[in-house]
């Protein structure tokens, strides 16, 4: 069964840091692209970054790019974003997903607030 | 980017009733291999999204057949045949022809 298990979530101050986990089980996580998609309260869902399956290629939209960064451990099965310089727009539910949107995490909640 | 726009963007339906959501994009979602990456997510409430279909009309894994998605080009629908309860929640279009990855905004599927 494929799971994908989020973690770090929380709230944090403007301006600090965070950074989310996410453990894949149930497949060959190396073979596949994943993805971050994050949705703010009430709102639609948002992509954040893409990573390749090796994780040489990474992709953001500008509203993260320069701030955001994917990465991943292929050993681990485990995916992971580091956010930096957090907004308050940043508050969302972040989900992992394979980037062909076919399973998703539960998904962690990140609150930007002072 | 791509832009998904999606109607309505609510419904209220009766239970057996059979509805269809409207799905359009900016540009065509044909990619250079022939095939269209344009999926159907619901998320229900309290809940992650789930993929119910992918590549315009190929059902998922466990989905029941009273879904059903149609289209082309640029232009999608979904058909749900005999709503059930738990059909409810929030469906959305999806495309990953193109990069970025975009979304539609969403619609709500409510019982009357």
């Known amino acids: 069964e494929v799971q994908l298990v989020e973690s770090g979530g929380g709230l944090v101050q403007p301006g600090r840091s965070l950074k989310l986990s996410c453990a894949a089980s149930g497949f060959t996580f190396s073979n596949y692209y994943m993805a971050w998609v994050r949705q703010a309260p009430k709102k639609g869902l948002e992509w954040v970054a893409t990573i390749s399956t090796s994780g040489s290629r990474t992709y953001y939209p500008d509203s993260v790019k320069g701030r955001f960064t994917i990465s991943r451990d292929n050993a681990k099965s485990s995916l992971y974003l580091q956010m930096n310089s957090l907004k308050s727009e940043d508050t969302a539910t972040y989900y992992c997903?394979?980037?062909?949107?076919?399973?998703w995490g539960q998904g962690v909640m990140v609150t930007v607030s002072s | 980017d791509v832009v998904m726009t999606q109607t309505p963007p609510s419904l209220s339906v009766a239970i057996g009733q059979s509805v269809s959501i409207s799905c359009k994009s900016s540009q065509s979602l044909v990619y250079s291999d022939g095939k269209t990456y344009l999926h159907w997510l619901l998320q229900s409430p309290g809940r992650s999204p789930k993929r119910l279909i992918y590549q315009v009309s190929n059902l998922g894994s466990g989905v029941p057949d009273r879904f059903s998605g149609t289209g082309s080009q640029k232009d999608f629908t979904l058909k749900i045949s005999r709503v059930e309860a738990e059909d409810l929640g929030v469906y959305y279009c999806?495309?990953?022809?193109?990069?970025?990855?975009?979304f539609g905004g969403g619609t709500k599927l409510e019982l009357k």
């Open positions: 999806a495309q990953t022809t193109h990069f970025p990855p975009t």
């Open positions: 997903a394979r980037h062909s949107w076919d399973y």
